[in-house]
């Protein structure tokens, strides 16, 4: 998923229009750059 | 160093995480959400990801981290940064918005603004993650 994309979920999210599917997928990607972040901090 | 529940705070939310139903965030559209315990498991991890991340990416944890790391660190945030950027600028009280100018506007080196950015985008992170699911 491209940071154009990723930004366009949160925003429905921010706006609250987001549906499920598209709330999980978020919450997806946000675990996989966390997890990323998190590997390059330990 | 933050303090996770002044963070929440400044967004609006509260650190407790109830149980059974989610809803929408306050002020949305209010369509109710309801997860499996599996779906629920991927949102509950991006909260507990970002309680671990969010102490080590604070100003002050940076100036003490390791050179070699530090510059792992700021590629990444520099390879997500539009991202991060346009989180940090999200908060609904325009708290978010305000400090991420206040970094880039006082913060030459791009390096540098990148991990404050990155801190500062921790918050409305950990904001979206509760609040994008559970009604505070």
Known sequence: MTQEELIALAEKIKAG???????????KELNKILLEMKALLE | MF????????????????????TATPGSDAKEKVYTAEEQAIIDKSTELLNEA????????MTSMEPGKLAKLVGFMKSKKEFFVRLASFAASGAGLAAAIEIV??????????????GSAMLTLLGFAVGSSYKG
């Open chain 2, 54 to 61: 969010t102490p080590m990416m604070t100003e002050e944890a």
């Open chain 1, 17 to 27: 229009t987001a549906t499920k599917e598209e709330t999980l997928t978020y919450h």
């Open chain 2, 105 to 118: 506007s006082t913060t030459p080196d791009i390096n540098t603004a990148a991990v404050k950015l990155a």
């Open chain 2, 3 to 22: 303090k996770m529940d002044k963070m929440l705070g400044a967004v609006g939310l509260k650190p407790k995480i109830p149980e059974n139903t989610v």
